[in-house]
């Protein structure tokens, strides 16, 4: 793989399922957060899956912008690496 971009979109895809995972690993204690029934078997026993899809999905996109939110700016396409030349070392003196 030649280029930035292709690193980039590579790692956007791992960052992002990484997130993913990780905002439905959150999710899931917040569930049983002061309660003493699990709301979870509630929500199954009532049929009512569409609310289960819904929290899942929103803590794993919001897992998934974190991931991708804290991408380091080195890995990014448009980071422009600055070399030390001797030019910028010339105020620099070892005695």
Not at 45 to 52: D, I, K
Not at 61 to 68: K, L, M, N, R
Not at 73 to 94: T, V
Request: proline share 5%.
């Amino acid at each position: 793989m030649k280029g930035k971009w292709p690193n980039f979109l590579f790692t956007i895809a791992v960052r992002s399922l990484f997130g993913m995972g990780v905002g439905l690993l959150i999710s899931i204690p917040l569930i049983f957060l002061g309660k003493r029934k699990s709301p979870l078997v509630e929500l199954v026993q009532a049929n009512r899956y569409e609310v289960l899809i819904c929290w899942f999905a929103l803590w794993g996109i919001g897992g998934a912008i974190v991931g991708i939110w804290t991408t380091p700016h080195w890995q990014r396409p448009w980071y422009k690496y600055k070399k030390w030349d001797d030019k910028d070392n010339d105020d620099i003196h070892i005695v």
